[in-house]
């Protein structure tokens, strides 16, 4: 019996350091639209691949355009009033014989100028802002799923495509509490060969399902292959 359980322990502590888990993408985006409008371009071509500076999702933006370049001449011409307007009160306030009434009102024209050119700096920001999320441009992520097809009409909230950050993987797996300290300072091996892969995070507090382990996380670079299972040693 206590050569049996001898065994046991044995096995217990060859293979308490060794760990599995899948090879996934650094990073993980669901887009979602955050305007309104009709789609006008979905590049399907590029779903399955990795975008290289390209437009994935186009939303009609036709009367955007038009706001904001009809906003911005009329901020032309506001700041013209403005100048006008504070030459005339400048000019007014010397003049001894004029009352303090009239001074105020044409001071008064200005500060609703100001206002009105405050609110109209604020449309256009809002307009830029608006035409900029019309219009969806990846560098370099990897594009798993476009949901949206040229001529669908889309909303705040709607699910546009999902991108990936390749460039790195991540392994995550539980190690007990006790054993934390321990494979710190050990070398990692992947499927049986020993990587210069370090660990890249320790979460300090025990997982919801994993209650008596914290999760860890290791970084692979250049990953050839995603979604394979992989053994993790720490030796």
């Not at 013209?80 to 001074?103: A, D, G, H, P």
């Not at 705040?156 to 993987?169: N, Q």
């Not at 300290?181 to 507090?205: F, P, T």
Request: proline share 2%; net charge positive.
């Amino acid at each position: 019996m206590k050569v049996f359980l001898g065994f046991i322990l044995l096995c217990v502590s060859l293979f308490a350091n060794e760990y599995y888990a899948k090879l996934e993408p650094f990073e993980s985006f669901s887009v979602k639209s955050s305007v309104s409008g009709k789609v006008t371009y979905s590049n399907e071509k590029v779903e399955g691949n990795i975008a290289k500076n390209d437009l994935i999702i186009e939303i009609d933006s036709v009367i955007n355009t038009i706001d904001l370049q009809q906003s911005l001449k009329k901020l032309e011409l506001i700041n013209e009033m403005i100048k006008i307007e504070n030459l005339n009160y400048e000019r007014l306030n010397k003049v001894t014989s004029k009352s303090q009434f009239e001074k105020d009102t044409q001071k008064l024209k200005v500060i609703n100028y100001e206002s009105t050119k405050a609110d109209l700096v604020t449309k256009i920001e809002t307009l830029k802002d608006t035409l900029k999320n019309k219009k969806l441009i990846e560098k370099s992520k990897y594009i798993s799923n476009i949901y949206v097809k040229e001529g669908d009409y889309v909303n705040p909230g709607t699910a546009l495509y999902d991108a990936k950050d390749i460039s790195k993987a991540k392994l995550e797996i539980y190690v007990p509490i006790d054993s934390i300290e321990d494979i710190k300072n050990k070398k990692i091996y992947l499927d049986g060969q020993e990587s210069n892969i370090m660990i890249n995070k320790i979460y300090n507090v025990a997982d919801e399902k994993h209650i008596s382990s914290y999760k860890v996380q290791l970084l692979v670079d250049n990953p050839k292959v995603f979604s394979r299972l992989v053994k993790i040693e720490f030796k």
